[in-house]
């Protein structure tokens, strides 16, 4: 069986890839795979939850996003305080992710 280091590195050369739903699977298995080493409210965490958060806003999974971001912040909080460059970093991430706004595609007239 994998670790949870195994996991996210086969994540991340699946994203490289541009197999964002392979990586997406792949970040979670190693996401719930540390959490259950470590717990679930544990700095070691806060790698995982970003690149999962990450590959969900790649995905546009906007709200499974929110939720990693949003408990990536409340792990670093427990560490760092509101100025410490992470979590100004994922608070504009939050922000960025919260302004969104679906784009309409309105498809091209093909003219002959």
Do not use: W
């Amino acid at each position: 069986m994998k670790s949870a280091a195994e996991l996210q590195n086969l994540a991340n050369l699946a994203e490289e890839r541009g197999d964002y739903a392979k990586a997406a699977r792949l970040h979670v298995k190693a996401l719930a795979k540390i959490e259950k080493e470590v717990g679930s409210e544990q700095p070691e965490l806060i790698d995982y939850l970003f690149n999962l958060g990450m590959i969900n806003c790649a995905l546009d999974k906007k709200d499974e996003a929110k939720d990693c971001f949003t408990r990536q912040l409340s792990i670093l909080l427990q560490f760092y305080p509101e100025v410490h460059v992470d979590v100004v970093e994922l608070r504009q991430i939050l922000a960025d992710i919260d302004s969104s706004e679906e784009i309409a595609v309105t498809p091209l007239a093909v003219s002959a």
